[in-house]
């Protein structure tokens, strides 16, 4: 077994991904924690290569579900918000070819969380966007939730 790391917001940078995939050994394996597309010009581009790469443990971002959701309902209300989150580069790569409807529901259907545990025993619970410390498993928004960086409180390892 190889190493374990972990990036994610490349958002669309093909060339830092290129660097990435280089990086990693055959048997390492990368956490992506979302925000491969949008912004740069090759997100589409970076969604496929990591889909179908076994190195790569590929959980949602709120990019990659603005993505997958606008083109599978056509809502024009998460279109404006994908496009004003920098979606519409990701739509000018996209539209070029027809994509199978399985692979957008691929992305539509990638795990929010993950949890790796390293050689010291210590358990991490992977997401694009965290949680706060102390909501319930049924209120925490893995995809936009960005409370627990102004949280101050004392927050427990290894919970």
Not at 50 to 67: M, Q, T, W
Request: hydrophobic residues 30%; negative net charge; glycine residues 6%.
């Amino acid at each position: 077994m190889g190493k374990c790391y972990a990036f994610s917001d490349i958002h669309g940078n093909y060339n830092l991904f290129k660097q990435i995939k280089a990086f990693l050994k055959p048997n390492d394996t990368c956490y992506v924690l979302g925000d491969c597309a949008d912004r740069g010009e090759k997100g589409y581009s970076i969604i496929k290569e990591v889909l179908s790469d076994e190195r790569f443990i590929y959980l949602k971002g709120n990019h990659e579900d603005l993505f997958a959701t606008t083109v599978l309902t056509q809502d024009e209300s998460y279109m404006r918000c994908w496009f004003q989150n920098g979606g519409y580069t990701t739509f000018e790569e996209f539209k070029k070819e027809t994509p199978p409807i399985e692979l957008i529901r691929k992305i539509y259907d990638l795990p929010l969380t993950s949890s790796y545990v390293n050689k010291k025993g210590i358990k991490y619970i992977m997401s694009h966007a965290g949680f706060t410390y102390g909501s319930d498993e049924e209120t925490r928004d893995y995809l936009w939730d960005r409370e627990h960086f102004y949280v101050d409180d004392d927050i427990q390892e290894n919970v």
